[in-house]
């Protein structure tokens, strides 16, 4: 049974940083497409971003890109999220995605499999 265990969240000012972690289990974590999702209250989830755990590239949302770090310890199963600068408007739950697409822009929520709980960011200014 897939498991994806998100945790990092918080609550911290403008400016701040919170690093996320999602820890995988139940699959075979180096053939696979991760990623960083979010949502706000009354909005649709949106990719934040994406990568594949067996190397390559990594791909950010815009209004992320230079802000946002995503990184990976493959010994733990494991993928977080560094999140520096951040804004009130990156208050949002954060879900990690697993079973992503080999191909395409990775950050379409319709091409994930699995998904984790979620952990809540709330950025205040």
């Known amino acids: 049974q897939v498991h994806l265990v998100e945790s990092g969240g918080g609550s911290v000012q403008a400016g701040g940083s919170l690093r996320l972690s999602c820890t995988a289990s139940?699959?075979?974590?180096?053939?696979?497409?991760m990623g960083w999702f979010r949502q706000a209250p009354g909005k649709e989830r949106e990719g934040v971003a994406a990568m594949y755990t067996g190397g390559g590239s990594t791909v950010y949302a815009d209004s992320v890109k230079g802000r946002f770090t995503m990184s990976q310890e493959p010994t733990k199963n494991t993928v977080y999220l560094q999140m520096n600068s951040l804004r009130p408007e990156d208050t949002a739950m954060y879900y990690c995605?697993?079973?992503?697409?080999?191909?395409?822009?990775?950050?379409?929520?319709?091409?994930?499999?699995?998904w984790g709980q979620g952990t809540q960011v709330t950025v205040s200014s």
């Open positions: 139940g699959f075979t974590y180096n053939s696979n497409c």
């Open positions: 995605a697993a079973g992503g697409p080999f191909g395409g822009s990775r950050l379409a929520k319709s091409d994930y499999v699995y």
